[in-house]
């Protein structure tokens, strides 16, 4: 249950909400002092530029809790026309999650599960093939902690933190001053492996600019030299347009590393090969523990991505893309995944919870989407939400509300928000729709 509440302030006072923690981005970095005047945040210390952004421009936007077919309705209308929705569907469906705290993700999961529906999260659109990766090898992890303590050699494959998570490089991966790293940045190699030359190939010691769609060919040939295999260096320049002797010196100090770390992104996940890639790049670093120590960790986007996908993996065994209809969880992507699911014409209810499928989603995804009963909970008006049958606006996490957010390396952290909202949390609303659900479904207890 989320028990944390906003200090309190009188009009006009200053308040100092220490050790706040950002829920912008996967860093989730709680370290961050808010200053609070008026319902509004006018500073806060140590955040990055986004951030900042996040923070500073937060405000409450003056409409109703609750709209029903567009127009103003009590909350309590508006949960039972969700439930009724919910309950009547042949084919439930519900999607997001990746920026609400653990608990409500909970509710959603207890939801789904009533329902017989089908539950998923913006995982299937980002690191989707990472969490089948994870299924077909297995993961070697740590925490960030480890990273800016322990690791000498920094790997980014496939991402661009620089401009994605701008504290990433000075609070855990380059610059930070570890236990055994005493000079920080000094003390560490920094390798970027990209398509192009981004803002953190402009950091990198080493950058090595492949050919695209050869991820698969570039982390087999580092396996490959791992195992003392002998490669055609012509094979290798044509596969993937680097020369041997940079994947060989690239693997001379892999192999001399004392703490190898590989973060890879959407670089890798969501270009030719996706899972197979990350299957590669797991492999890569399991074989690697055969001379040193190496790790592989993910980046992620989305503040929860991380605790929506431990959520869901704890209720139902899968951690994204999960169906209920035989009264047990089965998970197939491209089958149960939200896109696909709407672009088949197969959902026939919806409910998305802080995100917004209207504004990325295919366009005969969105095209389904606006023709069936959708229930929308957002901080703000969005596409999606302009288009939902009953459309919540609710309080945002982290700043707002309270409860539990989930680091991209699995590391929980409670939110200290630092004032009230108007409008019911996602975690109030699901509890709401949940209770009535039950009622319809014959759940007495």
Not at 197 to 215: E, G, H, Q, V
Not at 283 to 303: C, E, I, Q, S
Request: with cysteine; aromatic share 8%.
């Amino acid at each position: 249950m989320i028990t944390a509440a906003p200090p309190s302030a009188a009009p006009g006072e200053l308040k100092v909400i220490e050790d706040a923690v950002c829920t912008f981005c996967g860093c989730v970095c709680d370290d961050i002092e808010l200053t609070v005047q008026d319902s509004h945040i006018i500073e806060a210390k140590r955040a990055c530029v986004l951030g900042k952004a996040w923070f500073l421009n937060h405000s409450i936007e003056d409409r109703p809790s609750c709209l029903i077919e567009g127009k103003p309705a009590s909350l309590e209308e508006g949960y039972d026309r969700a439930a009724r929705i919910l309950v009547e569907g042949k084919y439930p469906i519900i999607y997001g999650l990746s920026d609400s705290p653990c608990e409500a993700q909970r509710v959603a999961c207890s939801i789904v599960d009533w329902i017989d529906g089908t539950i998923d999260t913006t995982t299937s659109v980002c690191h989707g093939p990472s969490g089948m990766a994870f299924q077909g090898v297995g993961e070697v992890t740590c925490s960030l902690g480890e990273v800016a303590n322990r690791g000498d050699l920094i790997m980014f494959w496939g991402s661009n933190p620089a401009e994605s998570h701008p504290r990433h490089f000075s609070k855990y991966s380059l610059m930070p001053k570890g236990m055994f790293l005493p000079n920080g940045r000094k003390d560490r190699t920094c390798v970027v492996v990209d398509v192009r030359k981004t803002k953190s190939a402009k950091a990198a010691d080493i950058f090595i600019p492949i050919k695209p769609r050869a991820d698969f060919e570039a982390l087999w040939t580092l396996r490959a030299l791992a195992k003392d295999v002998e490669l055609d260096p012509e094979q290798v320049l044509r596969d993937t347009g680097v020369e041997l002797s940079v994947w060989q010196n690239l693997m001379e100090r892999m192999k001399a590393a004392k703490f190898g770390v590989i973060f890879f992104g959407m670089g890798l996940t969501m270009t030719r090969g996706k899972h197979a890639n990350t299957e590669a790049l797991l492999a890569l670093t399991r074989d690697m523990n055969a001379y040193t120590r190496f790790v592989a960790k993910p980046n992620r986007g989305h503040g929860n991505v991380t605790g929506a996908d431990n959520v869901v993996a704890w209720r139902t065994g899968y951690s994204f893309g999960v169906n209920h209809n035989r009264g047990y969880p089965r998970f197939n992507p491209g089958e149960y995944t939200t896109s696909d699911t709407l672009a088949n014409g197969e959902a026939d209810c919806a409910m998305t919870i802080a995100c917004d499928p209207m504004a990325n989603f295919s366009q005969p995804a969105r095209e389904h989407l606006a023709r069936i009963p959708l229930i929308a909970l957002d901080t703000k008006e969005t596409p999606t939400s302009r288009a939902a049958t009953v459309a919540f606006t609710v309080a945002t996490y982290g700043i707002n509300t309270g409860g539990t957010v989930y680091r991209m390396d699995d590391v929980p952290l409670p939110l200290r928000p630092a004032f009230e909202s108007p409008h019911p949390s996602d975690f109030e609303v699901l509890t709401q729709i949940e209770q009535r659900v039950k009622t319809l479904v014959g759940v007495t207890c």
